[in-house]
């Protein structure tokens, strides 16, 4: 029995068959279909009923050239995977598969990810994938899409790439700067420090994301200075400078992790700081 299946990016379908399961891919880009076809296995539940296989998830590139389709991870001689994202042309080839170590095939062990919590495409040439080693700890993995090469891991959390596509932020541990020993925040770029500086000793706690400057050269982000009990709104350039202004609202230090209840937009050369109803502007130099 075969079932014809329209899958939408980012969607995910469940399909219940005997033997084979079919997925018919439908190309927008050519007007064609495509067909992937591999065997499933189905099980049998408690009460006697069959459980319905989960499709694949599909994820067609930007300029809509390739898609990539994750699936469980295997044994490859020695290496043990925990996921893989297995990378196609629009005529359905397979050309790549971005494999998701725990173990690599020379035996190294790699950083402990539970799997792809999300992935997707970063831009039309590379993918990642996003997954976490503990409730404190991310992985970030990029990887290119025509080989499947990894090109990057990164350990930290929010991660967040400029508009331009060139460059990734995530928050780090402040504590690996060596200047403190409780739980403080910082901001790294490509994984190298750019904020806080080694000598700081102030304690750091992120109340924002991070939000890049729509010409990809800054990063602004409200912090909380635990031992001033004081907010600031932090900006990063990439080429080493820092501003920061001292905001109106007045914050007592919370639980570990910090709540990220205030929000950062930038209008052109002023950055909007939102919070509980209220707003404050600053002016950046022009």
């Not at 969607?11 to 068959?17: E, K, L, T």
């Amino acid at each position: 029995m075969v079932h014809k299946i329209v899958l939408m990016a980012g969607r995910r379908v469940s399909v219940a068959v005997m033997g084979t399961a079919a997925l018919f891919l439908c190309s927008h880009a050519m007007g064609q279909t495509i067909v992937w076809s591999h065997e499933r296995k189905l099980s049998v539940s408690p009460s006697g009923k069959s459980d319905e296989p989960e499709a694949e998830k599909v994820v067609w590139s930007p300029d809509h050239k390739l898609y990539a389709v994750d699936a469980p991870g295997q044994q490859v001689g020695n290496g043990q995977e925990r996921e893989r994202l297995v990378i196609f042309t629009e005529q359905g080839k397979e050309i790549a598969v971005a494999h998701v170590w725990l173990v690599e095939p020379d035996g190294t062990y790699r950083a402990g990810i539970r799997g792809c919590e999300s992935w997707g495409w970063v831009d039309a040439t590379r993918l990642f994938c996003e997954g976490t080693i503990n409730p404190q700890y991310g992985v970030y993995l990029v990887f290119d899409a025509r080989s499947g090469r990894e090109l990057r891991e990164l350990i930290g959390t929010g991660f967040v790439w400029s508009p331009d596509r060139s460059r990734v932020a995530d928050v780090g541990d402040a504590r690996d700067l060596g200047a403190v020993s409780d739980n403080s925040n910082s901001i790294e770029v490509e994984g190298k420090p750019a904020f806080p500086s080694e000598k700081d000793t102030d304690l750091h706690w992120f109340r924002s994301g991070l939000v890049w400057s729509p010409d990809s050269h800054y990063i602004a982000v409200v912090d909380l200075r635990q031992k001033q009990g004081a907010l600031y709104l932090v900006v990063v350039g990439l080429t080493g400078s820092t501003f920061e202004r001292k905001l109106d609202w007045q914050e007592k230090g919370g639980d570990w992790p910090p709540d990220l209840d205030f929000s950062v937009r930038w209008a052109g050369n002023q950055i909007v700081v939102a919070h509980g109803g209220r707003t404050q502007t600053v002016m950046m130099a022009p």
